[in-house]
């Protein structure tokens, strides 16, 4: 069972707009939910992460907007440039027990920016 | 570079052998994690350490998986009697385990990618 759903599957977008990729999730027991970037050949990277105490969280051209009682978050990347085309996938963690620091991942969002 | 180091980067071996890749995490991050990732998916989890100890297992490690961290610093995940659906991408990460600031922030290797014939 994907704890974590993910949409879209791809998406493109031309330079300079924004990119949307949403996510959902269940457990209301996760209590924070990261963002990461992936390039082919190469590990994921985290790109920017959330709390549910606060609803939006920005850095740069990247923003978290959460929604705690709809258990949605979304990930916008405003003034998207190609160098973003990459994987992108949200992830979640649960606060207790022996399992704290463990990942849900989503299924990933393959965004490509067209110049 | 002191980020997460993973070794070999390939790997092809044919059904039935056995193969063991290593993960030497960043230094002063004491917890490691092992997940798998197909191709079109996210990362599923495999197991993690604190220190030397492996405090969970999924049950996507079957009996033939086996990883260790016998000091607390490097580690390996052995796969014996390999099959074909083994053929994934293994990532290790690491992360600080004892700083509520460093709790979620993974940070992971390049992957080793086993091709299984």
């Known amino acids: 069972q994907q704890q974590v759903k993910q949409s879209p599957q791809s998406l493109i977008v031309q330079k300079g707009g924004i990119s949307i990729i949403n996510c959902a999730y269940e457990?209301?027991?996760?209590?924070?939910f990261p963002w990461y970037q992936q390039f082919p050949g190469k590990g994921p990277a985290l790109l920017i992460a959330i709390r549910p105490d606060v609803s939006e969280k920005k850095e740069g051209r990247f923003t978290i907007s959460f929604n705690k009682s709809a258990k949605q978050f979304s990930l916008h990347i405003m003034d998207s440039q190609p160098g973003d085309s990459a994987t992108y996938f949200c992830a979640a963690r649960r606060r207790e027990g022996s399992t704290l620091g463990r990942l849900y991942f989503g299924r990933g969002t393959q965004l490509t920016v067209w110049p | 570079d002191t980020g997460v180091s993973q070794d070999p980067r390939h790997k092809i071996t044919k059904r039935g052998q056995n193969v063991t890749f290593r993960c030497d995490p960043i230094?002063?991050?004491?917890?490691l994690y092992w997940y798998r990732q197909t191709l079109g998916q996210g990362p599923e989890f495999l197991t993690y350490?604190?220190?030397?100890?492996?405090?969970?297992k999924s049950r996507l490690l079957s009996d033939r998986f086996s990883a260790e961290r016998p000091k607390g610093s490097f580690s390996t995940l052995e796969i014996q009697r390999t099959e074909q659906g083994d053929s994934a991408m293994y990532l290790c990460?690491?992360?600080?385990?004892?700083?509520?600031?460093?709790?979620?922030?993974?940070?992971f290797g390049n992957g080793t990618r086993l091709t299984v014939t």
């Open positions: 230094s002063e991050h004491n917890r």
């Open positions: 990460a690491s992360s600080l385990g004892n700083r509520d600031r460093g709790l979620g922030a993974l940070h």
């Open positions: 350490f604190q220190n030397e100890a492996q405090l969970e």
């Open positions: 457990n209301t027991a996760f209590d924070y």
